[in-house]
Structures are given as structure tokens and as C-alpha cells.
Nanobody
Framework: QVQLVDSGGGSVQAGGSLRLSCAAS????????MGWFRQVPGKEREFVSA????????YYADSVKDRFTISRDNVKNTVYLQMNSLKQEDTAVYYC??????????????WGQGTQVTVSS
């Protein structure tokens, strides 16, 4: 089992940047693929990005491609989401998640508590 703690959200103007972090407990972090998802009220949670266990493969939703970058540090047990050129439509609660193999669906086993990102005009 792994416990995840999301952080790094906040308020930023359009065009700005934020970096989200997700710290994992335990010594098995490298056994998990990691994903970032987001959700706005009244809508389903949606895939944003994912990274394989070793970090060699990354995946992005079309809406964030070329603006967001996922990375991981298996020594620090942390996954990151660097978000640049933020748009108002990026406003959401962002969640990190873990599962045994990389997946671009929301079918993950473990979830963080979420961190709010608000982008203003």
C-alpha cells in the first residue's frame, strides 16, 4: 500500500506556472506508475498525465501537451507536475494517483487528497 500527499496548488494568473508535488510513503514507490488527474465541480475526473515506474515513458492529455511536464524522483519518492502557460480552463482540483502499471484511464488504486489550482484572467 502507498499513501500519497499532494501539494503545490494555488492561485495564479493566466500564463503563469505552478509545480505540483506528490509525496509517497513507503519504500515501494518505484513499483508504481503515477498519474495526475483533475476534476471540476459537476464534471468527471479526467486524466492529465502519467509516468511509468522508471520514468522513461510519459503520457499527456491533448489539452496539456507541450505545457505540462510530469517527472518523478524515485529516491525522494515524489512525482511532480510542472504546469506552464496556465489557462483558466486548467482550474480544477488536481490529484495524483498510483497503480502497478501505467494507465491513461482513471482506474488507479491509490489517490492523494487533491490540491486546488485556480487560474485567473
Amino acid at each position: 500500500q502507498v499513501q500519497l500527499v499532494d501539494s503545490g496548488g494555488g492561485s495564479v494568473q493566466a500564463g503563469g506556472s505552478l509545480r505540483l508535488s506528490c509525496a509517497a510513503s513507503g519504500r515501494t514507490f518505484s513499483r508504481y506508475a503515477m498519474g495526475w488527474f483533475r476534476q471540476v465541480p459537476g464534471k468527471e475526473r479526467e486524466f492529465v498525465s502519467a509516468i511509468s515506474r522508471g520514468g522513461s515513458r510519459t503520457y499527456y492529455a491533448d489539452s496539456v501537451k507541450d505545457r505540462f511536464t510530469i517527472s518523478r524522483d524515485n529516491v525522494k519518492n515524489t512525482v511532480y507536475l510542472q504546469m506552464n502557460s496556465l489557462k483558466q480552463e486548467d482550474t480544477a482540483v488536481y490529484y495524483c494517483a498510483a497503480k502497478s502499471s501505467v494507465d491513461v484511464s482513471t482506474n488507479y488504486d491509490y489517490w492523494g487528497q487533491g490540491t486546488q489550482v485556480t487560474v485567473s484572467s
